[in-house]
């Protein structure tokens, strides 16, 4: 059964439409582990890492910018 997204356009690649605070959350979190386990502050890492891992997954999605000489875009 197909979901019926009106912000889903039918022409873009499944994966732009993805959790985006979902990845930013277990990357930071992976991160921020590490970064804790190095400086020997384990609680410290895993905080900043939630704390950054959120605010980067929650930042839009830059758009493509065309360039001057580029006719992807438009019909021949």
């Known amino acids: 059964m197909e979901e ?10 499944e994966h732009e439409h993805g959790n985006r605070q979902a990845l930013g959350l277990s990357l930071g979190l992976c991160f921020g582990v590490a970064f804790g386990a190095a400086l020997d502050n384990l609680a410290l890492g895993i905080a900043l890492g939630l704390a950054l891992g959120l605010c980067f997954g929650s930042c ?17």
């Open 4 to 13: 019926n997204n009106p912000k889903k356009k039918k022409d873009e690649p």
């Open 60 to 76: 839009p999605p830059r758009k493509k910018q065309r360039k001057p000489g580029d006719d992807s875009g438009q019909a021949p």
